[in-house]
């Protein structure tokens, strides 16, 4: 079946870890996308990726990071830098280099901190 | 500014009711695109529509209809004949061509109750 997966469901992590997001994608999908979400609030943009070996930062791309090695992965790497990273985490691609095409989303994965 | 207004945080509604989810935009591009998307209980977003801006055909989907105007920036969405799997929160989006098309802006979401 085609779609987008993300694991693990839960993440907990401890004071000053990195921890590593996975989001793969069999839909053949060029773009990529990360977001978060918090509590009774919209999805923000966190990186996106156009192409593979490119990707951008969103509206609040601080204390994360990104890779684009493959086309099927966009892994989210959050890192000891971000103060407050409890959060759901959606991944979601979208079909076409030009943009503004609609995104597909995975589960997502919930982040807790220790 | 871009923006997405979802002024409506919770509707409470009872089943077979019809229920109409508001949503106003902000932009200043001429081209952009909108979407709705539907969060159920597991979290996954569930895409409903894509409307572009040159599109302003309302559009019928089974219980579901859209109603796009350009003059007041407002694509609500009503559901006709509520039932209880459409409890759900449902968020309006909006992704502006200034950007590349890449940058999407979502509201803040209407969180939708169906009673029995």
């Known amino acids: 079946d085609g779609g987008i997966t993300q694991s693990p469901k839960y993440l907990f992590r401890k004071e000053g870890q990195n921890v590593t997001l996975s989001c793969e994608q069999n839909?053949?999908?060029?773009?990529m996308y990360w977001y978060r979400q918090d509590p009774g609030q919209g999805l923000r943009l966190i990186y996106y990726?156009?192409?593979?070996?490119?990707?951008q930062k969103g509206d609040i791309a601080e204390g994360y990071s990104v890779s684009r090695e493959k086309k099927e992965s966009f892994p989210l790497t959050v890192t000891s830098a971000q103060k407050n990273p409890t959060a759901f985490y959606l991944c979601?691609?979208?079909?076409?280099?030009?943009?503004?095409?609609?995104?597909?989303f995975g589960p997502g994965t919930r982040l807790l901190v220790l | 500014a871009q923006k997405v207004t979802q002024a409506q945080t919770e509707i409470s509604v009872v089943e077979k009711e019809d229920v109409t989810l508001d949503c106003v935009y902000e932009t200043r591009d001429t081209t952009y695109y909108l979407f709705w998307y539907k969060q159920p209980p597991s979290g996954e977003l569930v895409f409903l529509i894509r409307?572009?801006?040159?599109?302003?055909q309302n559009e019928i989907s089974g219980r579901y209809s859209w109603n796009f105007q350009k003059s007041t920036s407002s694509f609500n969405f009503t559901i006709t004949a509520s039932q209880v799997v459409d409890s759900a929160v449902y968020f309006c989006?909006?992704?502006?061509?200034?950007?590349?098309?890449?940058?999407?802006?979502f509201g803040a979401g209407t969180r939708l109750f169906v009673k029995a």
């Open positions: 839909l053949n999908h060029d773009a």
């Open positions: 989006a909006l992704t502006p061509w200034n950007t590349g098309g890449f940058k999407t802006i």
């Open positions: 979601a691609s979208g079909g076409a280099v030009r943009g503004g095409e609609t995104q597909y």
């Open positions: 990726s156009q192409i593979v070996n490119d990707f």
């Open positions: 409307r572009n801006s040159f599109d302003e």
